[in-house]
């Protein structure tokens, strides 16, 4: 309905003053266009949707046609430029009426964001060429796989999410967004022999928390022949690890695993599954371990018999309370390792000593699996005993000294391990302050590739 446009302050007449107030008239907006592109208007919740085909620039837009009630103004006016980036707000009045008309644009995305496979496998969709793969286990009928799928918002697709599906041979969904159609090639690969596991405590990865859930994203979609595997799946032996390189295991828990016994009450699933895991390391398959999974190999017989070389530093945040990044965090590459294929074609900074991990506006749990060097306390009195007791070779140290990128050389037949327990190596992020740019986190996808590199050459 219209609003009386009464002033404040406006208290009463005396006799001498004309206080009459013309409500007659309508405030509507009976048509209008944005360079040349039809408005649809919502009387009910007074707004007004223009549709633009997809990739049209909206920030200088010509009102091409405005139609009010007769008798009503407007604080636009036909010929009027005005930037759609953001929605606008339009004023209409009639004698002592007004009402208030939201304006925004919405243009004609067909694209499909997200397919996962019988709800357990993702695949990996490039958007530039329009194909998506997913890799499941040789065991699943790929003759009838249900995929459910998000994709743009007002969209339809064709065939229809939720439906089971023949995927013996590549299948094309149409995305039709009114202007907007894409098709994408969707293709499922039954993997007998997996080349690289991401492993982890819950069934599937789509219940793997959010920080681990985008690191494993980033493996299926950039390391070829990956798969998710459960830690049930793996001392089952349901996946065949003959031809697998490489296990990676990024372990995150809200508020931090300090220490051997707190890691041994909170990993009960990796340790169930520990001569498995001991079996692969020892036959030559390599390891990466980030985060808290960094404490594996005390138990898995990397350092001998000891238990107790799990790194005795250890803390972090909650992700729904993460620390806001006011700039970059950095941990140090250590003496005489700059030259490791660990760090390299990373997105430099200042101190080419330093590897930069976030950008100013990221949030980060600075989550921690350290060793603490020093002979205060920690059981290393420097960084020669920590290498010496734990058969390790240092790769990277925080500010303090402390131990916080390492490797187990292949040796003997056994494969090689990566450890990386700086709380700068974070891949998620709840949420991101205005103005964010990603410039030196890209270096976390570029340490995991080059891992990937020197741990399967």
């Known amino acids: 309905m219209c609003i009386f446009a009464l002033m404040l302050g406006l208290t009463a007449c005396d006799k001498n003053d004309d206080c009459t107030l013309d409500l007659n008239g309508n405030c509507l907006i009976e048509e209008i266009a944005l360079d040349g592109y039809a408005g649809i208007i919502d009387l009910a919740s007074r707004s007004i949707v223009v549709r633009l085909p997809e990739g049209t620039p909206c920030n200088a837009m010509k009102v091409t046609s405005l139609r009010l009630t007769e008798g009503a103004t407007a604080d636009i006016a036909q010929g009027q430029v005005l930037n759609m980036e953001e929605a606008q707000s339009i004023r209409v009045r009639m004698n002592d009426l007004y009402m208030d008309w939201n304006i925004s644009v919405l243009h004609d995305e067909a694209?499909?964001?997200?397919?996962?496979?019988?709800?357990?496998?993702?695949?990996i969709i490039d958007e530039q060429a329009k194909t998506i793969i997913v890799y499941v286990p040789a065991s699943v009928d790929v003759r009838n796989i249900v995929p459910t799928i998000e994709y743009s918002v007002n969209a339809t697709i064709s065939p229809l999410s939720g439906v089971a599906t023949d995927f013996s041979e590549p299948v094309t969904y149409t995305v039709?967004?009114?202007t907007?159609?894409?098709k994408y090639v969707v293709t499922v690969i039954a993997i007998g022999r997996p080349k690289a596991v991401f492993v982890g405590a819950a069934s599937d990865m789509s219940k793997l928390d959010p920080e681990a859930g985008a690191a494993c994203a980033w493996m299926l979609a950039n390391v070829p022949e990956s798969m998710y595997a459960s830690f049930a799946d793996i001392q089952s032996e349901?996946?065949?690890?003959?031809?697998?390189?490489?296990?990676?295991?990024?372990?995150?828990?809200?508020?931090?695993?300090?220490?051997?016994?707190a890691f041994a009450a909170n990993a009960v699933e990796a340790l169930a599954a520990k001569n498995q895991l001991r079996t692969f390391y020892e036959n030559g398959g390599a390891l990466l371990l980030t985060r808290y999974a960094t404490n594996l190999p005390s138990f898995i017989g990397v350092t001998g018999d000891d238990e107790w070389t799990t790194p005795n530093n250890c803390w972090g945040q909650n992700e729904d309370g993460a620390e806001l990044c006011g700039g970059p965090w950095s941990f140090r590459i250590w003496d005489g390792q700059n030259g490791h294929p660990l760090w390299q074609n990373l997105v430099a900074g200042d101190n080419p000593q330093e590897v930069y991990c976030t950008d100013a506006g990221y949030h980060i749990t600075n989550s921690t699996a350290q060793y603490h060097i020093g002979a205060d306390w920690g059981g290393y009195n420097d960084h020669a005993a920590w290498e010496t007791r734990t058969g390790g070779r240092i790769l990277g140290v925080g500010g303090d000294g402390a131990v916080v990128a390492w490797?187990?050389?292949?040796?003997?037949?056994?494969?090689?391990?990566?450890?990386?327990?700086?709380?700068?190596?974070?891949?998620?992020s709840y949420t991101y302050e205005a103005g964010y740019v990603e410039n030196y986190h890209k270096n976390i996808a570029i340490i995991t590739q080059n891992a990937f590199n020197y741990l399967t050459k």
């Open 111 to 123: 694209r499909i964001l997200s397919f996962v496979a019988n709800d357990i496998y993702t695949g």
């Open 407 to 428: 490797e187990y050389p292949a040796h003997d037949g056994k494969g090689g391990i990566i450890c990386i327990g700086s709380g700068c190596y974070d891949w998620y």
């Open 238 to 261: 349901q996946i065949d690890l003959s031809e697998c390189k490489i296990l990676w295991w990024h372990y995150h828990k809200d508020g931090g695993v300090d220490g051997h016994d």
């Open 180 to 182: 907007a159609e894409s």
């Open 176 to 178: 039709t967004n009114n």
